[in-house]
C-alpha cells in the first residue's frame, strides 16, 4: 500500500504512526476505510468522536432522534444548546469539526426498513450498531449477514455492557440472540437507567474494535462475547458460536 499522507495528516496521526503495529500503512488503511455508525446516542457517539479522530476516511451516520436534556449524562456528542436539534445533524457537525479530512454522511432516518438498510449498508466497510431496540439490531444483522459487512455490536444495561464482533460466514447476532416473535424489548434506560460512563466504555470499545477490524491488529472479539460490570469493576467473556440452524446466516 502506498502512504500518501499529507504534512497535516502527519502530524495529526503522529501517535499512530510511532505504533510500530500500526503505522502510516495502518494509517492509510484508516484514511481509505469506511464505517457505518448506527445511533449516535451514548454508544455512537464515543465510536463515531474516536473514528473522526483516528482518521476513518468516511463515516455514516444513522439517527432520527432530537436532543433530549436526560440524554446529555451520557451523549457526550451534544450539549445544553443542542436540545430540540436533531442528532445526527450535530453530530456531523461535531466530527467535521474534529477532523475537516473525514467525509462524514448523515441519515435522519431509524433504520428499520430491510430495503434502506440495504441501500446504505453495502457502501461501507463495517458497521457498529449502537441502536437501542431489537427491531433495529436484527434488521441491521440480516444485512450485514446479506453483504458480507463486519458487524460490531454493543449493548448495556445499568452498569454493565456487552460487545462482541461478526465477521462474515463466522456467525451473526441472531446465532447468539434467536429473533422471537414473542420476545419482550429489554428495558430501555430510560426505564432502568444506566451509569453514563458506563456507556463510554462500551462505545470506545467499539472504537477500539473497529480500529483493529479496519487495520488487521490484535485479536478480535470474533467468537467471544466480552461482558464488562462496572460495580465489581471486572472484564469477563464467554465464548459465543455459530448456530448451525440460524435462519439468518445459514439461510
Not at 435522519?108 to 457502501?123: S, Y
Not at 485479536?219 to 439468518?248: K, Q, T, Y
Request: aromatic residues 6%.
Amino acid at each position: 500500500m502506498n502512504i500518501d499522507l499529507s504534512v497535516d495528516e502527519m502530524q495529526r496521526y503522529s501517535r499512530h504512526i510511532l505504533l510500530h503495529e500500526l503505522g502510516g500503512i495502518g494509517q492509510m488503511a484508516l484514511k481509505e476505510a469506511s464505517v457505518l455508525v448506527v445511533g449516535v446516542g451514548g454508544l455512537g457517539s464515543p465510536v463515531a468522536l474516536y473514528l473522526a479522530a483516528a482518521g476513518v476516511g468516511r463515516i455514516g451516520l444513522i439517527d432520527n432522534d432530537s436532543v433530549d436534556i436526560s440524554n446529555l449524562q451520557r451523549q457526550i456528542l451534544y450539549d445544553t444548546a443542542s436540545i430540540g436539534q436533531k442528532k445526527v445533524f450535530l453530530a456531523a457537525q461535531k466530527l467535521r469539526a474534529l477532523n475537516p479530512q473525514v467525509r462524514v454522511d448523515v441519515w435522519d432516518i431509524r433504520l428499520e426498513e430491510r430495503a434502506v438498510a440495504l441501500d446504505i449498508i453495502q457502501h461501507y466497510d463495517l458497521v457498529c450498531d449502537g441502536s437501542d431496540n431489537f427491531e433495529t439490531r436484527y434488521n441491521v444483522n440480516a444485512m450485514c449477514v446479506h453483504l458480507h459487512k463486519p458487524l460490531i455490536i454493543a449493548a448495556l444495561q445499568g452498569f454493565r455492557g456487552q460487545i462482541t464482533t461478526f465477521r462474515p460466514k463466522q456467525g451473526c447476532y441472531h446465532c447468539i440472540f434467536p429473533q422471537d416473535e414473542g420476545r419482550v424489548e429489554a428495558p430501555t434506560c430510560s426505564q432502568s437507567g444506566v451509569l453514563g460512563s458506563v456507556v463510554g466504555v462500551m462505545g470506545t470499545l467499539q472504537a477500539t474494535e473497529a480500529i483493529k477490524e479496519l487495520t488487521g491488529l490484535g485479536n478480535s472479539l470474533v467468537g467471544r462475547l466480552l461482558c464488562f460490570d462496572a460495580l465489581v469493576m471486572r472484564f469477563s467473556e464467554m465464548p459465543v458460536g455459530i448456530d448451525p440452524c440460524c435462519s439468518v446466516c445459514k439461510s
